[in-house]
T-cell receptor, first 114, second 113 residues
């Protein structure tokens, strides 16, 4: 069974640009979560999508947004990039809020903003 | 609010040494507790979990016991290997619709041969 996949592996952007990160969940999983792992800040929850709807978001500005498609894959968009947005962005999937507690993580997309 | 505090690293041990990484939590209700591991250049992997008080999670020689009275979930291993070098995250998840995982800041572990 394929795990959670993310693309691209690395992404280099300049300040002010937009970045789009993609995530494909494990087959059968309906929930997708996004986390930011910035240097020295640990893992911070960004967004949670389930059944195509945004269910919760962390303490991040509105320029962090995303969506979930009918096939449950997801995009994370970061507008007006700032240097401090440089981080590893991890996507996770789970069976959903009424299913298993386990979230399975992808390998991440490393975003570098110059 | 809900939070997780774990010992700061890096922790450096010799091969075959005993490992303890401390983790305490603050949460209302009855959270599930987790340890995740991140090997160099990789994403997170679930190492073990416990869903109620006094449960012991175990995997790959690692163990952690859910202690509600001390709000702790310390990670232990009796004999570490070089291949255990990684970053370890303690985490909790509330059992409600607010489905995010709350992570500690991570502890980097170096095992010397």
């Amino acid at each position: 069974e394929a795990g959670v996949t993310q693309s691209p592996t690395h992404l280099i952007k300049t300040r002010g640009q937009q970045a789009t990160l993609r995530c494909s969940p494990i087959s059968g999983h309906t929930s997708v979560y996004w986390y930011q792992q910035a240097l020295g800040l640990g893992l911070q929850f960004l967004l949670w999508y389930d059944e195509g709807e945004e269910r919760n978001r962390g303490n991040f500005p509105p320029r962090f947004s995303g969506r979930q498609f009918p096939n449950y894959s997801s995009e994370l968009n970061v507008n007006a990039l700032e240097l401090e947005d440089s981080a590893l962005y991890l996507c996770a999937s789970s069976l959903g809020p009424r299913g298993s507690y386990e979230q399975y993580f992808g390998p991440g997309t490393r975003l570098t903003v110059t | 609010g809900n939070s997780v505090t774990q010992m700061e690293g890096p922790v450096t041990l010799s091969e075959e040494a005993f490992l303890t990484i401390n983790c305490t939590y603050t949460a209302t209700g009855y959270p599930s507790l987790f340890w995740y591991v991140q090997y160099p250049g990789e994403g997170l992997q679930l190492l073990l979990k416990a869903t109620k008080a006094d449960d012991k999670g175990s995997n790959k020689g690692f163990e952690a016991t859910y202690r509600k009275e001390t709000t702790s979930f310390h990670l232990e291993k009796g004999s570490v290997q070089v291949s255990d070098s990684a970053v370890y995250f303690c985490a909790l998840k509330r059992a409600n619709r607010d489905d995010k995982i709350i992570f500690g800041k991570g502890t980097r572990l170096h095992i010397l041969p």
